[in-house]
């Protein structure tokens, strides 16, 4: 009807801008926090996309991991470091670079763009997926993945940890 | 038995030079004598042998060692031909050859280098040998080549002395002009031919193949060759030049075998020459121009053996008047002759020189006639040869070529020949009285001569006196063009040419007998004639000059400027480029993301707009 | 509201990502560009899964997200680790690859 589709195409559109702003933010902001907050809002932008595209479990999984877990980390990361003003790289032709460097990608975005609408045009009506059907999928089908994820994810803790400690005075490394 | 005679000279100047370079300083003297002297001893027999065999009636023989070059059509082996030319030259060379083989044993005795001499002179007899027997004109040239190599190693014997070497070089650098000549020829000979084999016998046969233009050509080609190897104008300045080497190797080579490789060379071509007779009048007046020149210059010379080179070159200029004439036969029968004489005379010249101590200018000599004997009685019998006065050889051989330009009615020709052969002996026999009959005043003692120096000269006087009978041009059975003279008018050139002769020999007596003098540079024309005409600084101003200008300059500008230059250029950009490309590699990870999507983009720029993807 | 809309979001998305990582200095920024793009991934198979009706699409995704959470933990632990070390943000200053002079 049209009326749900200009309603979708404007909540669509809202979504866009605020991940397109925050993502511009992100990569031409001096200080670090403002560049943080405009990767939040870009990160809450796409879960909103999620859910207009019917994927709900992902909506939700997203704004609880990305908004809420990594954005929050990164967050934390930076007020912990608490960079001074000048210990901040100088980047004297930030402005420059960006475009030279837009300008040069410009050709790949076209590219890909074309090859990806290559692909079906119609969205298939199907009803949206829920946690039901994704943890239908994801126990039977992706069990394999899955199990192999919560391996990945165990190893990247222990690896952060090791990482970032400080050296333990005495130990033999 | 032909591939002995020539093969044998190599393999025992090897063995001499072998045994030599084991140890210079040994004097092994009896060893090299035996080993030099020898081995053309047997090979004399051989070629007598082979002589023999030809007048038993047998005709040409040919034999073959192996196939040198065979590339589709042409095809060289080394092979080689004895036709009655070849053994006759084959038969004086070798004779004379041992002759002076014996006589350098004595001359050169307690020399240093004794054995390396030896190794040389076989040497040169096997190039000469092989050049003589060759069947090709590609194996005559190789002989060609190392007969004037064994040249240039015997003439700069005495390496320790520079202005010998420099004789050497010259020797072989006028030599190599003559060459060039020579490959010319041997290159048109061949492609003229278009692949008809390339043996003389093949080339005689096929001759009518070749066009008369070509031809002409050709014949002017190789008489180049000829005119180097041979000392003619204008490539004879380094024959006076030559008699830096020791005497033998002027007696055998300046004056009986390689100087005489032109005079075969054009006999051996005889077939071409025959068709152009005008190429064959240009070498017979070159030949007639440089006989006369070289009597006038060795009329004013007074070291005895440049007197000798001069008249070495005289005389080879009578024997490219009879082959350029088409008288082969007395062209060759004077080289025969001529080889007893000249050996003679300067094996002679060597004792005297030897006897005075090493003294060379004929005007410090004097009253040996009685101290010398043997020396005095057979030059004075090879000068009487050499003046053409009879029964003496000389007479015999001279007289034909005389008479030759006579009949063919090249009448300048036989004047210059005629008032030539006044000349030669008239300073033959200057030098003769000057040297035995003048008085002198202090007495030295003379140095004493081994006897290996004194019987080689009897028996070439022997030879000398009576070569002339021996009916060498009826043996030779060349293309003569037939001449037909009133037997009156022969009679009287050859009285022309005795009185000639015998009125050289008393205005001689009358000038030199008594009071030689030295000559005196009072007139420009003495002062040019003893100068040789400053024909060698005219050649060192013209060609030696610019040459080592141009060297010079090309070494010292061009070679390191421009080439170099160039090439340091080359290697200035590449390291200037290379290092600013060495600042791409900043380590920094980004930049080399930035070059990855640079790539990227290029591609990508080029999809969309050069293939129109998408567009 | 058709996926080539979607599709051109997920393009410009994994464009500035790109062009975030090129162009700055500061570690963080080249890491949130790095999950951006990661991100735009993220969209381009939720777009998939509806276009073609399946939802593997989205599970696939929601692993993603999780191998995501996994490197973002390893990445700020480096750039603790590497503050610590050399007391500097600069991604510049890290060049031992090039070892000239």
Aim: with cysteine; proline share 3%.
């Amino acid at each position: 009807m049209p009326d749900t589709n200009t309603l979708e195409l404007t909540i669509f559109s809202i979504l866009a801008l605020f991940m397109l702003g925050g993502s511009l933010t992100m990569i031409s902001a001096k200080q670090t926090y403002i560049s943080a907050f405009g990767f939040l809002v870009a990160m809450l932008g796409l879960a909103g996309e999620f859910a207009l595209l019917d994927s709900r479990f992902l909506a939700v999984a997203q704004i609880m991991v990305s908004v809420g877990a990594i954005v929050i980390l990164s967050i934390l990361t930076i007020l912990t470091i608490n960079a001074k003003e000048e210990n901040l790289p100088n980047e004297p032709y930030k402005f420059l670079w960006i475009i030279g460097t837009a300008i040069l990608i410009a050709p790949f975005t076209f590219l890909l763009y074309n090859v990806l609408t290559l692909l079906p045009e119609h969205f298939a009506t199907l009803e949206a997926i829920n946690s039901k059907v994704v943890g239908k999928l994801l126990f039977s089908e992706w069990v394999l993945p899955f199990e192999i994820v919560s391996i990945l994810l165990l190893t990247a803790m222990l690896g952060a940890i090791v990482i970032a400690r400080d050296k333990v005075k005495g130990a033999k490394r | 038995m032909l591939n002995l005679i020539v093969v044998l000279p190599f393999i025992s100047s090897l063995i001499i030079a072998l045994v030599y370079l084991s140890n210079t300083n040994a004097s092994r003297h009896f060893f090299y004598t035996l080993m030099g002297v020898g081995s053309l001893f047997v090979v004399t027999i051989l070629s007598l042998s082979t002589l023999y065999e030809i007048i038993q009636g047998e005709p040409t023989i040919h034999s073959t060692l192996f196939t040198w070059l065979s590339l589709g059509s042409f095809n060289i082996q080394l092979a080689f031909m004895a036709d009655r030319l070849s053994v006759m030259m084959i038969s004086f060379i070798t004779f004379i050859g041992l002759l002076i083989h014996i006589y350098a044993a004595g001359y050169m005795k307690g020399e240093e280098g004794y054995g390396k001499f030896f190794a040389y002179f076989n040497l040169f007899i096997g190039s000469m040998l092989l050049l003589v027997l060759a069947d090709n004109p590609i194996i005559m040239f190789i002989g060609w080549e190392l007969v004037g190599l064994s040249s240039y190693l015997l003439i700069g014997f005495y390496h320790k002395n520079p202005s010998n070497i420099t004789a050497a070089n010259k020797a072989f650098m006028l030599n190599r002009v003559g060459d060039f000549g020579f490959i010319m020829a041997i290159a048109l000979l061949f492609i003229s031919l278009e692949g008809t084999g390339f043996t003389f016998d093949s080339i005689e046969a096929n001759i009518s193949i070749i066009s008369h233009a070509d031809m002409t050509l050709i014949g002017i080609l190789l008489f180049i060759g000829a005119m180097g190897k041979s000392a003619q104008i204008p490539l004879y300045v380094w024959l006076p030049d030559a008699m830096a080497g020791p005497t033998p190797v002027s007696a055998l080579i300046h004056a009986a075998t390689m100087v005489t490789a032109g005079v075969y060379m054009v006999a051996r071509y005889s077939f071409l020459y025959i068709q152009i007779p005008d190429v064959g009048l240009f070498i017979a007046s070159v030949g007639a121009a440089s006989a006369l020149f070289a009597a006038v210059l060795a009329t004013y010379q007074s070291d005895i053996k440049k007197i000798l080179a001069y008249s070495t070159m005289s005389q080879l200029g009578y024997m490219f008047v009879a082959v350029g004439l088409g008288a082969y036969s007395s062209g060759l029968f004077h080289v025969f002759t001529h080889a007893f004489f000249k050996a003679l005379l300067f094996m002679g010249a060597g004792a005297v020189i030897i006897a005075m101590h090493h003294e060379q200018n004929i005007f410090k000599m004097g009253a040996l006639k009685g101290r010398l004997k043997l020396v005095y009685i057979t030059m004075f019998i090879a000068t009487l040869a050499i003046s053409g006065i009879p029964p003496f050889s000389g007479f015999f051989s001279k007289d034909a070529i005389i008479v030759a330009t006579f009949a063919q009615k090249h009448y300048i020709l036989w004047a210059v020949t005629t008032f030539t052969a006044g000349l030669t002996s008239f300073y033959m026999f200057r030098l003769i009285f000057t040297v035995f009959h003048a008085p002198r005043k202090e007495k030295k003692t003379l140095h004493p001569l081994s006897k290996s120096m004194t019987y080689p000269l009897v028996i070439l006087a022997i030879g000398s006196t009576f070569a002339g009978f021996i009916n060498i041009p009826q043996f030779l059975q060349l293309p003569d063009i037939i001449i037909t003279l009133k037997h009156s008018n022969e009679l009287m050139i050859e009285g022309m040419n005795v009185a000639v002769g015998v009125s050289g020999m008393l205005l001689a007596y009358r000038i030199y007998a008594f009071k030689p003098k030295e000559p005196q540079l009072k007139t420009l024309w003495c002062r040019l004639a003893t100068n040789k005409f400053y024909i060698d600084e005219f050649y060192t101003a013209i060609i030696v000059k610019p040459l080592l200008y141009m060297s010079d300059f090309i070494a010292k500008v061009i070679d390191p400027k421009i080439f170099d230059g160039f090439i340091n250029l080359n290697v200035t950009l590449y390291l200037a480029s290379s290092e600013q490309f060495a600042k791409l590699q900043n380590g920094n990870v980004r930049f080399y993301a930035l070059y990855i999507l640079a790539g990227v983009s290029v591609m990508s720029f080029y999809l969309i707009f050069k293939l129109g993807v998408f567009l | 509201m058709s996926p080539s809309l979607f599709f051109l979001l997920a393009s410009l998305l994994f464009s500035i990502g790109l062009v975030g990582i090129i162009s700055r200095k500061n570690l963080f920024v080249i890491y949130m560009s790095i999950e951006l793009i990661l991100s735009s991934i993220n969209l381009l198979l939720a777009t998939l899964s509806k276009v073609l009706g399946d939802a593997s699409g989205s599970v696939i995704a929601l692993l993603l997200i999780a191998v995501i959470a996994a490197e973002a933990a390893l990445f700020l632990a480096i750039i603790i680790h590497l503050y610590k070390r050399h007391k500097t943000l600069d991604a510049d200053k890290f060049n031992k690859l090039s070892e000239v002079n």
